[in-house]
T-cell receptor, first 112, second 112 residues
Framework: DGGITQSPKYLFRKEGQNVTLSCEQN?????MYWYRQDPGQGLRLIYY???????QKGDIAEGYSVSREKKESFPLTVTSAQKNPTAFYLC???????????FGSGTRLTVV | DAKTTQPTSMDCAEGRAANLPCNHS???????VYWYRQIHSQGPQYIIH???NNETNEMASLIITEDRKSSTLILPHATLRDTAVYYC?????????????FGPGTSLSVIP
């Protein structure tokens, strides 16, 4: 995954529970992103962070929260307010200065 | 960022060239064309990018029309491992954040 680790690969959540998805990178990038992917669809941006201690909402931030306390880490919390959390979640880092984003291998979240 | 249009799906026989088209008629003069691919249940992977000249690397070739309104990604000898969703993206190269749209892409099936 080019220095990006997403964990866990599969996650099951009961309705009403919060869960946190991990994204760690050792590529020394300032910018990190969280995307959501539903079957047969493209990627939708949830949150992004361009620098430590700062982050911005993307297109579908409702029901999600993030933190950026360290350059290497950008965890995503899926809260109970997210009505349809079952999806594939992708973390990305980097910019389009060269080759664009580098993506992690993803976390598949299922609500049971 | 300019929007792109890609066919929903394509088939290609194993060993033959796969030609994936992308229309980007509203592309600006300083926007590059990037191609990514996503194998099932993995994160998207960078393939190639270009501004106006044709580009080639070990994975693929990128042909951009002279008016830059469309491009074609060529996988010269498709293998079963090339079965994936291919995304065409246009955006300015640089370090600042601009919204990047990963649409539904083209689902390429390589057939034995």
């Amino acid at each position: 995954d080019g220095g990006i680790t997403q964990s866990p690969k599969y996650l099951f959540r009961k309705e009403g529970q919060n869960v946190t998805l991990s994204c760690e990178q050792n590529l020394n990038h300032d910018a990190m992103y969280w995307y959501r992917q539903d079957p047969g669809q493209g990627l939708r941006l949830i949150y992004y962070s361009q620098i430590v201690n700062d982050f911005q909402k993307g297109d579908i931030a409702e029901g999600y929260s993030v933190s950026r306390e360290k350059k290497e880490s950008f965890p995503l919390t899926v809260t109970s307010a997210q009505k349809n959390p079952t999806a594939f979640y992708l973390c990305a880092v980097g910019t389009f200065a060269n080759y664009g984003y580098t993506f992690g291998s993803g976390t598949r979240l299922t609500v049971v | 960022d300019a929007k792109t249009t890609q066919p929903t799906s394509m088939d290609c026989a194993e060993g033959r060239a796969a030609n994936l088209p992308c229309n980007h008629s509203t592309i600006s003069g300083n926007e590059y064309v990037y191609w990514y691919r996503q194998i099932h249940s993995q994160g998207p992977q960078y393939i190639i990018h270009g501004l106006k000249n044709n580009e080639t690397n070990e994975m693929a070739s990128l042909i951009i029309t002279e008016d830059r309104k469309s491009s074609t990604l060529i996988l010269p000898h498709a293998t079963l491992r090339d079965t994936a969703v291919y995304y065409c993206i246009v955006r300015v190269a640089g370090t600042s954040y601009d919204k990047v749209i990963f649409g539904p892409g083209t689902s390429l099936s390589v057939i034995p």
